[in-house]
Each structure stands twice: as C-alpha cells, then as structure tokens.
C-alpha cells in the first residue's frame, strides 16, 4: 500500500485514514454496528468534501473510465475527493444519504485490508492513463 500511497502522491495531494475497527461487536446488532461505524465515518468528512462509497451496488467502471471519472472531477474544481471503504455490514442511512455517488470496485467481496491496495493500485492507474504513461496497457 505505501508504494501506491507514495506512487499516488507525485500527481495529487493524497492520505489514506483508517478508521478502528469498533469493539465489542459481539452484543451489538447490524444495524447497531453501521450506525457507530457511520458516526466515525461522518466525523472524518468535512461539509466540502465530495464523497463517494465504495459499495457492491455501486457503479462498476473499466480502468479506462475510472480514470475518466477522476479526471471529471478534477476538471470540475472538486477540492477534496474521498473515498469510503464501509464496513463489513455496509454503511448507514447517514453515510449513504451523506455521499455523493457509490463505486463498486467489484460483485466479488473482498476483506478491507484488500481492497484498499486494489483501490491504490486502481486510483495510480488512473492518474498513469490521465497522463498517458505507460503503466496501464490495453
């Protein structure tokens, strides 16, 4: 993961942040569990921030059209872009209504240690076709 962090940070200002895992889940409920986890997500997010979930029911795009994304939003002044790995139960009412867009990485599940260097190695991929390097190849 650091090498795509530090990869990543040539072309923007970039930091990974990961919330703690909550505790004690045992006694607590799904729904329960979402709710804290959506509290702690919304704590980190500033009323600027443009944000989008990586969710399964999300939109699916190519690596090509990702980068095409990215740079839309760029393009159009986006400030902060964050990006929102949920939990294993998903995310809440606040966080779903709180978010701006959903992106589903895959219909394959996957643990969150994982899916973060997918996404890194995804979003460095974006920034090489961006800028017509030659990392990705078709």
Do not use: W
């Amino acid at each position: 993961m650091e090498k795509y962090i530090k990869r990543i940070q040539r072309y923007i200002p970039f930091q990974l942040e990961v919330i703690p895992a909550l505790k004690n889940t045992k006694k607590m409920s799904e729904s329960e569990i979402k709710l804290k986890e959506g509290e702690l997500i919304l704590n980190k997010v500033s009323a600027l921030d443009h944000i989008v979930l990586l969710d399964e029911k999300g939109k699916e795009f190519t690596s090509k059209q990702f980068s095409v994304f990215i740079k839309q939003k760029m393009i159009h002044g986006m400030k902060s872009l964050v990006f929102v790995i949920g939990g294993a139960y998903g995310f809440s009412d606040a966080v779903y209504h709180r978010a701006h867009s959903k992106l589903a990485i895959s219909q394959m599940t996957f643990s969150h240690q994982l899916i973060r260097l997918i996404f890194l190695e995804q979003l460095y991929r974006a920034f090489t076709i961006i800028n017509n390097e030659p990392y990705h190849h078709e």
